[in-house]
């Protein structure tokens, strides 16, 4: 029993460390082909998760031609 105590304590923390003290986002901008990446701080005034600052993408020919798609780091 102690040992699921602890696996369960372990995963909880995992957890919390991960969703709550990252506030850097790592965005990649697409502008007519072309990629750039930048890294920002998440405004939690604003949004709750990185993901939550994406820009829906607009394909052409299969091409995506403007959009953002951010992601969190973990560091």
């Known amino acids: 029993m102690k040992k699921v105590l602890c696996v369960c304590a372990a995963c909880l923390m995992m957890a919390a460390l991960t969703t709550s ?3 850097r986002c790592e965005c990649k901008t697409y502008i007519a082909g ?3 990446t930048t890294e ?3 405004d939690k005034d604003h ?3 990185c993901s939550d600052m994406d820009i829906p ?3 052409v020919n ?3 031609m403007t959009g953002v798609k951010c ?3 973990l560091f």
Do not use: Q
Request: glycine content about 4%; hydrophobic content about 30%; charged content about 30%.
């Open 62 to 64: 299969g091409t995506i």
């Open 21 to 23: 003290c990252n506030k």
């Open 40 to 42: 920002i701080e998440l």
């Open 57 to 59: 993408t607009t394909e």
């Open 34 to 36: 072309s990629v750039t």
């Open 47 to 49: 949004f709750k998760k």
């Open 71 to 73: 992601r969190s780091l």
